[in-house]
Nanobody, 124 residues
Framework: QVQLVESGGDLVQPGGSLRLSCAAS????????MGWFRQAPGKEREFVAT????????SYADSVKGRFTISRDNARNMLYLQMNSLKPDDTAVYCC?????????????????WGQGTQVTVSS
């Protein structure tokens, strides 16, 4: 049974930091590119960051570039998102997803498995 379980979401003040984690099981994690997406209230889900199977290729949405860092640990089947300099606009439910390929991907249609998400709220 495929499972992607996110954790680490919290309420944080503007300018603060959070580290999200995603625990993967039920599939061969190292054979998949991985990604983070987010959905804010009343908005469509949007791409945040993606990483290929060997961590050699990463890309970010322009809105988070320079503030967020995606990483993975294939030995532990874990995906991470380090978020710094958080802004109120970063408030959303953050989901991790496994791509249908080993490569990094920015489009939702390229993802086969999805987690339920973890809430990140940035507010003073």
């Amino acid at each position: 049974q495929v499972q992607l379980v996110e954790s680490g979401g919290d309420l944080v003040q503007p300018g603060g930091s959070l580290r999200l984690s995603c625990a993967a099981s039920g599939f061969t994690f190292s054979n998949h590119g991985m990604g983070w997406f987010r959905q804010a209230p009343g908005k469509e889900r949007e791409f945040v960051a993606t990483i290929d199977w060997r961590s050699g290729g990463v890309s970010y949405a322009d809105s988070v570039k320079g503030r967020f860092t995606i990483s993975r640990d294939n030995a532990r089947n874990m995906l991470y998102l380090q978020m710094n300099s958080l802004k109120p606009d970063d408030t959303a439910v953050y989901c991790c997803a496994a791509a249908r390929t080993v490569y990094s991907r920015q489009s939702e249609v390229d993802y086969a498995y999805w987690g339920q998400g973890t809430q990140v709220t940035v507010s003073s």
